[in-house]
């Protein structure tokens, strides 16, 4: 699969705008700010293809990034604290959960927290679905790098345990600085998606 062919393709609010091509599609869910924009530009080296933000809930649609016409990868909108009304968090809510109850193209949901913070109860929430729509949790504990190498740690076990994670579920720590955990993303993408190397 060649990253150099990977494009924006198009930001969507409801089942009939997602791309008709039946293609695998993995998702990222995490609250706002957490960076999953920075993820995705990662895995792609990219510095700018998926829009980026200081400001939390920048992403109020659903974007879609082609893979060199293999795989999509799927930026949701973010859930958590944004500064928008209940309506309009409502609003986001129902379409990020049509798009996981209603999609059949969606491969797996990788769940995305902040390592330097205890999950939230929306991660929590968010979890259980993704464990029971896929039979397995894959979190990855983004912005490690603002931490030390004890903190991590210590973090990572915070996380294991208020998410509950079973043997089989997997935890990366990852850095959209540094690149570490991209080769492990890549990895387990390839695997869900019977993707070639």
């Known amino acids: 699969m060649n990253l150099h062919n990977a494009e924006f393709v198009l930001s969507a609010v409801s089942p009939k705008q997602y791309p008709k091509d039946n293609i695998p599609e993995i998702a990222f869910a995490g609250r706002s700010n957490v960076g999953k924009s920075s993820f995705i530009n990662k895995l792609l080296n990219r510095k700018s293809l998926a829009r980026t933000s200081s400001k939390?809930?920048?992403?109020?649609?659903?974007?879609?990034?082609?893979?060199?016409?293999?795989?999509?990868?799927?930026?949701?909108?973010?859930?958590?604290?944004?500064?928008?009304?209940?309506?309009?968090?409502?609003?986001?809510?129902?379409?990020?959960?049509?798009?996981?109850?209603?999609?059949?193209?969606?491969?797996?949901?990788?769940?995305?927290?902040?390592?330097?913070h205890k999950p939230t109860a929306n991660d929590v929430d968010m979890a259980r679905w993704i464990r029971t729509r896929h039979n397995g949790l894959i979190v990855f504990a983004t912005k490690a790098d603002?931490?030390?190498?004890?903190?991590?740690?210590?973090?990572?076990?915070?996380?294991?345990?208020?998410?509950?994670?079973?043997?089989?579920?997997?935890?990366?720590?990852?850095?959209?600085?540094?690149?570490?955990?991209?080769?492990?993303?890549?990895?387990?993408?390839?695997?869900?998606?019977?993707?070639?190397?």
């Open 56 to 116: 939390p809930g920048k992403t109020a649609q659903i974007n879609f990034y082609n893979v060199d016409k293999t795989i999509h990868l799927v930026d949701l909108p973010g859930y958590g604290y944004a500064s928008v009304s209940k309506q309009e968090k409502q609003k986001w809510s129902d379409m990020i959960e049509e798009y996981l109850n209603t999609r059949e193209q969606l491969a797996f949901t990788f769940l995305l927290v902040d390592a330097r």
């Open 146 to 197: 603002k931490l030390s190498a004890k903190q991590l740690d210590e973090n990572l076990d915070v996380i294991e345990d208020v998410l509950d994670m079973a043997d089989d579920d997997i935890l990366i720590p990852f850095s959209a600085e540094k690149g570490t955990g991209r080769n492990d993303a890549w990895g387990i993408i390839n695997d869900i998606c019977n993707i070639k190397e």
